[in-house]
């Protein structure tokens, strides 16, 4: 008898409690987005002219930019995913891993790649020996 007294209590609290908690949060404290178009532009121009210098690392940076400053702009998605894949072969290319910061190399890349060793040498196939009738069993 006291534990369902004390159960009902404590539901009753708990639903007191809820319900005086507030429904939603008032809209006026959080702030609308609004796209900065203009940054957006600038940052896809900047994003072009490092592209087009092969600078792919520098132009994602800009793109990325563009994307932040105006969310819904197409163009800045199209050009931000393309830059992120060129940005890739240009780090697959320089083959340094994660060791060098993201920046693009100024000027062109002087390849210095070591001759591969050669290959080992692989013995001669051993000769098969000759099969030899010893007993025919007559099948």
């Known amino acids: ?7 009902l209590t404590l539901i009753a609290f708990l639903l007191s409690t809820l319900l005086s908690l507030p429904q939603n949060a008032p809209a006026e404290d959080t702030k609308a987005f609004v796209p900065d178009k ?26 990325r930019k563009a994307v932040q400053a105006d969310p819904s702009s197409t163009a800045a ?8 894949i060129y940005a890739l072969a240009e780090k697959v290319n320089k083959n340094t891993g994660l060791i060098v910061p993201d920046v693009s190399p100024q000027g062109p890349a002087k390849a210095e790649v070591a001759a ?6 692989q013995p001669a196939p051993a000769k098969k020996p000759k099969f030899k009738i010893v ?5």
Request: hydrophobic share 30%; net charge positive; charged share 25%.
């Open 38 to 63: 203009v940054l957006c532009a600038k940052m896809i121009q900047f994003g072009k002219q490092s592209y087009q210098r092969g600078k792919y690392l520098d132009a994602k940076e800009y793109f």
């Open 1 to 7: 008898m006291k534990h369902g007294i004390l159960c």
């Open 77 to 84: 998605w199209r050009h931000y995913d393309l830059a992120v």
């Open 116 to 121: 591969p060793p050669p290959p080992p040498q």
């Open 135 to 139: 007993e025919d069993e007559g099948c």
